[in-house]
């Protein structure tokens, strides 16, 4: 991609974040910026039917930065990125509460929406990360999702964007 | 030496997170070093290790299939990733 580097952040934290924080930092400040998607999400309350007092999240730290800023280098070879940022949680989480954020910002919306959908597919089927629900029946590891799989896949073969 | 870890379902099943383990031919290759952590476990690690959606990573890459290791790598056993 032609232009310069785009800014790229990641962050593996037990803390919670800032939405609009985390907005705002991902500016690039570069004159053609003119879009900024981004895509939170949260712990459900219930799951597959079981209500869920908290989650844990375990991860494998080290290759878990390394498969994020990876994936974030393939959504700027594919995309015209000027900033992209993740930051996932770890560790104890309540129903409700934020677990991962993805912001990109781009000269346009098109590039902006698809390298963020893009980004958190790939999150979800190749970053090791591993959620536990715990609820009134106990520990629940949560099983991969075929879905998952099938949405990661769709951005090969270059058709979907 | 070889450092082999377990995470999350299968941290729990083995009861380990990690261990290590000297080099030697028998684990100079994936399955070799599998094989070698079954023989000396037993067979609930045969069939924890065994389960068809294991992934395995050297070096924190994910591998297809075997591959050859080398002394001072860290393996590294897993199932899918649910992150996000």
New interface residues.
């Given amino acids: 991609m032609a232009g310069p580097l785009p800014m790229m952040t990641v962050s593996v934290q037990e803390a919670d974040f800032d939405v609009a924080q985390l907005q705002e930092a991902l500016r690039s400040g570069a004159q053609q910026e003119g879009a900024v998607a981004a895509f939170t999400?949260y712990v459900r309350r219930s799951n597959e039917q079981r209500q869920v007092e908290s989650m844990e999240?375990?991860?494998?730290p080290?290759?878990t930065e390394?498969?994020i800023a990876e994936i974030l280098q393939q959504a700027a070879a594919r995309w015209p990125v000027l900033a992209a940022s993740v930051v996932?949680r770890v560790g104890k989480l309540g129903p409700g509460e934020r677990?991962?954020w993805v912001g990109v910002s781009s000269s346009h919306r098109e590039a902006a929406f698809s390298a963020c959908e893009f980004i958190?597919d790939y999150?979800?089927?190749?970053?090791?990360?591993?959620?536990?629900e715990l609820g009134p029946d106990g520990g629940h590891?949560?099983?991969?999702r075929e879905h998952?799989t099938s949405r990661a896949a769709r951005w090969q073969g270059g058709s979907a964007q | 030496m070889l450092k082999v870890?377990f995470?999350?379902?299968i941290k729990e099943q083995l009861d380990c997170g990690a261990l290590e383990l000297e080099w030697q031919d028998a684990v100079a290759d994936l399955d070799g070093l599998q094989e070698q952590l079954c023989a000396a476990h037993g067979d609930q690690w045969r069939e924890v290790l065994g389960q068809d959606?294991m992934i395995r990573?050297v070096n924190?890459?994910?591998v297809d299939g075997n591959r050859a290791l080398r002394d001072g790598d860290e393996v590294?056993f897993?199932?899918?990733?649910?992150?996000?």
């Avoid at chain 1, 999240?57 to 494998?60: A, F, N, Q, T, V």
């Fill in positions: 999400g999240l375990e991860h494998y080290g290759m390394n498969s996932h677990i991962v958190m999150l979800k089927t190749r970053a090791p990360f591993w959620k536990k590891w949560v099983s991969a998952d | 870890l995470f999350a379902r959606n990573a924190q890459t994910v590294a897993f199932p899918p990733v649910t992150g996000g």
